[in-house]
């Protein structure tokens, strides 16, 4: 049977949010930069914990300010020293136990392909927001039509995946992550298995609800060691 394991990447696979970063990094000058900080991390924390919709939340916390794209470039760079504990060597365990690795991700996949290339993961894994620039790198806008633009959490991902693997009605799939967005493709039957991770955050609603939860590296390898 094919074994595919799909990682979120804010606050599981790294220790950050990536858009959280990008608007700080955006922000950095801003003479209310703190105030507008705050006010980010409580847009992501409402939409992790399920309070608003992930659609809106993303809008929202993009019309904080201008971002260019050496900014969502600059944070993947960053990231790849923030990788959560343990996971390098997860990452490594996993290719050989011919688990197939990808990433599954709200945040934008221009921040997330460096830390994807450091773990192995090729790029075509990568499944995460695409923004549009102007010919300065203003952000002018986010790709309506991404499969990964939705209210649906991380489902038509997973159902898309599931659908372009050979063998597909073989296959196993594990989702893991800590936001309600990945709760939410295990509560509409799009996994075979989810476990909630709580190793850099842990929201109470995916602490509660998750059939397994995780707060490190080596408690979820041994999850999926049980699979």
Same mark, same amino acid.
């Given at each position: 049977?094919?074994?595919?394991?799909?990682?979120?990447?804010?606050?599981?696979?790294?220790?950050?949010?990536?858009?959280?970063?990008?608007?700080?990094?955006?922000?950095?000058?801003?003479?209310?930069?703190?105030?507008?900080?705050?006010?980010?991390?409580?847009?992501?924390?409402?939409?992790?914990?399920?309070?608003?919709?992930?659609?809106?939340?993303?809008?929202?916390?993009?019309?904080?300010?201008?971002?260019?794209?050496?900014?969502?470039?600059?944070?993947?760079?960053?990231?790849?020293?923030?990788?959560?504990?343990?996971?390098?060597?997860?990452?490594?365990?996993?290719?050989?136990?011919?688990?197939?690795?990808?990433?599954?991700?709200g945040g934008f996949r221009l921040s997330i392909l460096p830390v994807a290339a450091?773990?192995?993961?090729?790029?075509?894994?990568?499944f995460a927001q695409e923004a549009f620039f102007d010919d300065s790198g203003l952000?002018?806008?986010?790709?309506?039509?991404?499969?990964?633009?939705?209210?649906? *959490?991380?489902?038509? !991902?997973? =159902?898309?995946? &599931?659908?372009?693997?050979?063998?597909?009605?073989?296959?196993? /799939?594990? @989702?893991?992550?800590?936001?309600?967005?990945?709760?939410?493709?295990?509560?509409?039957?799009?996994?075979?298995?989810?476990?909630?991770? *709580?190793?850099?955050? !842990?929201? =109470?609603?995916? &602490?509660?609800?998750?059939?397994?939860?995780?707060?490190?590296? /080596?408690? @979820?390898?041994?999850?999926?060691?049980?699979?």
């Open positions: 049977m094919k074994k595919i394991l799909c990682f979120d990447f804010d606050s599981t696979v790294v220790t950050k949010e990536s858009l959280d970063e990008v608007l700080t990094l955006a922000l950095e000058t801003h003479p209310d930069k703190d105030n507008l900080v705050k006010s980010v991390e409580g847009i992501t924390n409402q939409g992790m914990n399920g309070a608003i919709d992930f659609c809106e939340s993303l809008k929202l916390r993009l019309e904080t300010c201008p971002v260019y794209k050496h900014h969502f470039e600059q944070v993947g760079a960053n990231l790849c020293e923030e990788v959560t504990t343990g996971f390098e060597t997860l990452f490594s365990w996993l290719r050989s136990e011919d688990w197939e690795i990808f990433v599954v991700s450091k773990l192995g993961v090729p790029a075509t894994h990568v952000c002018i806008g986010i790709d309506e039509e991404n499969i990964l633009f939705t209210d649906e *959490g991380k489902g038509p !991902v997973v =159902e898309y995946i &599931r659908s372009t693997t050979s063998g597909a009605d073989a296959c196993e /799939i594990v @989702l893991v992550g800590d936001g309600s967005n990945d709760l939410k493709a295990y509560e509409l039957g799009k996994v075979d298995h989810f476990i909630g991770f *709580g190793g850099n955050v !842990v929201r =109470e609603k995916v &602490r509660q609800e998750s059939p397994n939860f995780a707060l490190s590296a /080596i408690e @979820l390898k041994d999850f999926i060691t049980q699979i």
